[in-house]
T-cell receptor
Framework: KQEVTQIPAALSVPEGENLVLNCSFT??????LQWFRQDPGKGLTSLLL?????REQTSGRLNASLDKSSGRSTLYIAASQPGDSATYLC???????????FGSGTQLTVLP | GAGVSQTPSNKVTEKGKYVELRCDPI?????LYWYRQSLGQGPEFLIY????????DSGLPNDRFFAVRPEGSVSTLKIQRTERGDSAVYLC??????????????FGPGTRLTVL
């Protein structure tokens, strides 16, 4: 059974810092990995999707990498802003059931 | 175009009652998923539809939960004899059916269910 772990559970940084969020998964037979953002009381916004054949994806200040063999992904946020404060969720799409398995998220606070 | 919509946004019910939660996927998306998210946790898979049929319902916790998608578009999640432990945010997602690993899921805002 696929399991996804995100470290740290919470992170607080001053505005302007570059930061890295970590995600690990136990079964490397994945189709893709998605990073999501969730604001309090809201749904999930897809940030980046990395297919299993890719190593990284970039969108603006965000860069996500994937090392499928080691079961790891990182989300790099450059020049963080208070508006980046949210919970960031990592999810892998795998298995014959074709479902997303989520981590518990990293709650990010960027202090002005 | 419009994203995934879910109604109601909030539902408060009493223990033992029946509830229905509705999901309108993005037009043209053939795959539809239901997830449940408890406080402080990531969403957990409930059921997956490809077209009108439930391709995988292995995540439904028990037989009080049932979902339908009769015309391959709108889906309804039905919960009978609700229990306090059913309180959670119920999320719906849709995706186009694409080959390979490009199966990006787009989520609705969720329905927050509270069972008193």
């Amino acid at each position: 059974k696929q399991e996804v772990t995100q470290i740290p559970a919470a992170l607080s940084v001053p505005e302007g810092e570059n930061l890295v969020l970590n995600c690990s998964f136990t079964d490397s037979a994945i189709y893709n990995l998605q990073w999501f953002r969730q604001d309090p009381g809201k749904g999930l916004t897809s940030l980046l999707l990395i297919q299993s054949s890719q190593r990284e994806q970039t969108s603006g200040r965000l860069n996500a990498s994937l090392d499928k063999s080691s079961g790891r992904s990182t989300l790099y946020i450059a020049a963080s802003q208070p508006g980046d404060s949210a919970t960031y969720l990592c999810a892998v799409f795998s298995g014959s059931a074709r479902q997303l398995t989520f981590g518990s998220g990293t709650q990010l606070t960027v202090l002005p | 175009g419009a994203g995934v919509s879910q109604t109601p946004s909030n539902k408060v019910t009493e223990k033992g009652k029946y509830v229905e939660l509705r999901c309108d996927p993005i037009s043209g998306h053939t795959a539809l998923y239901w997830y449940r998210q408890s406080l402080g946790q990531g969403p957990e898979f409930l059921i997956y539809f490809q077209g009108t049929g439930a391709a995988d319902d292995s995540g439904l916790p028990n037989d009080r939960f049932f979902a339908v998608r009769p015309e391959g578009s709108v889906s309804t999640l039905k919960i009978q004899r609700t229990e306090r432990g059913d309180s959670a945010v119920y999320l719906c997602a849709s995706s186009p059916r694409l080959a390979g690993g490009l199966n990006e899921q787009f989520f609705g805002p969720g329905t927050r269910l509270t069972v008193l």
